[in-house]
């Protein structure tokens, strides 16, 4: 059964750069057909899906994160990192890694998510 693990800071200055990795186990991140994704969720709000990498390496994004977000991978570490730049306390928000589908709607398994905070 695959398992995702997030890590990276708990604390980001405003107007740095943000870079969180999914460690995938049980599976590697270049079976095909399979997406890896980024997604958060603000205190008292919904879901937002960031972004996903798919198993040949490329890359989708939203609209909203495109000009700040990089989404890429270490296939020997079996891991793939979100990198969100210039960060906000708006960017304040539980980051999580899945797996599942090309579309937000397919996603089934989930990391247990981190928690992000934006200040100074």
């Known amino acids: 059964q695959v398992q995702l693990q997030e890590s990276g800071p708990g604390l980001v200055t405003p107007s740095q750069t943000l870079s969180l990795t999914c460690t995938v186990s049980?599976?590697?991140?270049?079976?095909?057909?399979?997406?890896w994704h980024w997604i958060r969720q603000p205190p008292g709000k919904g879901l937002e899906w960031m972004g996903a990498?798919?198993?040949?390496?490329?890359?989708f994004d939203t609209p909203s994160l495109r000009s700040r977000t990089s989404i890429f991978w270490s296939t020997s570490k079996n891991q793939f990192t979100l990198q969100l730049s210039s960060v906000t306390p708006e960017d304040t928000a539980v980051y999580y890694c899945?797996?599942?589908?090309?579309?937000?709607?397919?996603?089934?398994?989930w990391g247990q998510g981190t928690q992000v905070t934006v200040s100074s």
């Open positions: 049980g599976g590697s991140i270049t079976t095909n057909g399979d997406y």
């Open positions: 990498i798919e198993w040949t390496g490329r890359t």
């Open positions: 899945a797996r599942g589908g090309r579309y937000f709607s397919s996603v089934g398994s």
